[in-house]
């Protein structure tokens, strides 16, 4: 099963257009992911598109949060947790990596790397990732969009990660971040792409299950006994 929990959010129509591109290339499930101001606006159409979508794809929505703010990341979190599927935040800044990784209410760090010239996280930074079972994310428009000296240092940063990843077990996802239909790639070469960057078909394989599992925990939130535990997969 393929997950995407980043697709760019905007209009019904767009929604549609990139549901449908991603339905007919492989993909089992997406989210759409919309910045607070947008999150609540983007219900009103929702049932609208689940008709429309019918049984092509399953999707659902991804609150991200873009802030440097950590209190205001805080208030986003507490907020919406309710309200959403997945809670990502954009990462970057130190402080907000930090604060999102201890953070228990947060599933995703997007691109912890972004508009740095490191990786973004630390052995520190990657065992409060699996104490608190907050994803990492990285995302492909990143190779796709960049060229020469830059996606050279992305795909080295994805490399750190993956080695930070393989020696503390943190969740790991992998999302597209597309904004148009042209940002959409098949399922194959989505994980091609992946694996020319040093990740392995069982990693790769992984991630999708991670995503699926934020979706399927934050789905039983609410009947969880113990707060503060939180599974990603079933794996025995």
């Not at 929702?46 to 794809?57: A, C, P, T, Y």
């Not at 760090?109 to 630390?122: E, I, K």
């Not at 990660?161 to 042209?182: G, H, M, T």
Request: with cysteine.
């Amino acid at each position: 099963m393929f997950y995407d929990l980043n697709i760019k959010g905007s209009s019904l129509e767009n929604n549609l257009k990139l549901a449908n591109e991603a339905s007919l290339y492989g993909w089992n499930h997406i989210n759409f992911s919309y910045s607070p101001d947008e999150f609540l606006n983007a219900f009103e159409f929702k049932n609208d598109l689940e008709e429309l979508l019918s049984d092509k794809i399953g999707f659902d929505y991804t609150l991200e949060i873009n802030s440097s703010n950590v209190n205001e990341i805080r208030k986003y979190a507490n907020r919406f947790r309710d309200k959403s599927s997945c809670i990502s935040v954009i990462g970057g800044d130190l402080k907000v990596n930090r604060a999102v990784l201890e953070n228990i209410k947060i599933d995703v760090l997007s691109r912890p790397y972004f508009r740095r010239y490191d990786s973004g996280l630390n052995h520190v930074l990657a065992k409060e990732a699996l104490k608190n079972n907050v994803a990492i994310e990285l995302c492909f428009k990143d190779v796709l969009r960049s060229y020469l000296s830059p996606r050279s240092k992305i795909i080295s940063n994805f490399k750190d990660i993956y080695r930070l990843y393989r020696k503390f077990d943190f969740p790991l996802i992998l999302s597209s971040r597309a904004e148009s239909v042209f940002d959409i790639k098949t399922t194959h070469d989505f994980a091609a792409v992946f694996k020319q960057t040093g990740l392995t078909d069982s990693e790769i394989n992984k991630s999708f299950e991670n995503a699926a599992g934020i979706l399927e925990f934050n789905r039983n939130r609410k009947n969880m006994i113990l707060k503060g535990v939180r599974r990603i997969n079933d794996e025995a």
